[in-house]
């Protein structure tokens, strides 16, 4: 999809590939957040068992280890819980999570460096020096990226 001026002129491109990445930033925060929020006040509520949303019925106030531990069976694909024991709801709005993690996310132009399970294996699991506890990132700044990441882990888990 093209935008052209009247003189012909070429303004944008966009490209309809569906591997296409677009540098959208934290718009995307607020459509996540909506969707899942609808999906889980909204829809799930009136959802019978078996229905595609029904799994969705309540999560907002379980916690994030809880949610991403449902369907895992090994306990190496298990997270342990997180500082202060953030629910989906408290990572949606920043409320509490975890600190930016962005400089181990992506590269300066925006690449990403990570996949979800080297977000697992490297990050939610003990990110501090030897000998600190998980207290040591609590009360942290909590807006941040990785909360977004761990939500997204989170539904797909589900």
Known sequence: M???????????RVSSKPDQIFPVASITKLLVAAAVITTIENIAPNEREGDPYFRFKGIQDQTLSLLHNLQKTSARDKMRALPE???????????????????????????????????????LPPFFRKGESMKAM?????????????????????
């Not at 093209?2 to 944008?12: D, L, M, N, Q």
């Not at 629910?87 to 996949?115: C, E, K, Q, W």
């Not at 609590?138 to 589900?158: D, F, G, M, Q, R």
């Open 2 to 12: 093209a935008k052209v001026e009247e003189s012909g002129r070429e303004v944008y």
């Open 85 to 123: 024991s953030p629910t989906l709801y408290h990572l949606l709005v920043h409320d509490r999570g975890l600190p930016s993690f962005n400089h181990l996310l992506l590269a300066p132009d925006g690449t990403l460096i990570m996949n979800s399970s080297d977000l697992l294996d490297e990050v």
């Open 138 to 158: 609590e009360h942290t700044p909590k807006y941040s990226n990785i909360n977004y990441c761990a939500v997204a882990l989170a539904v797909e888990a589900l």
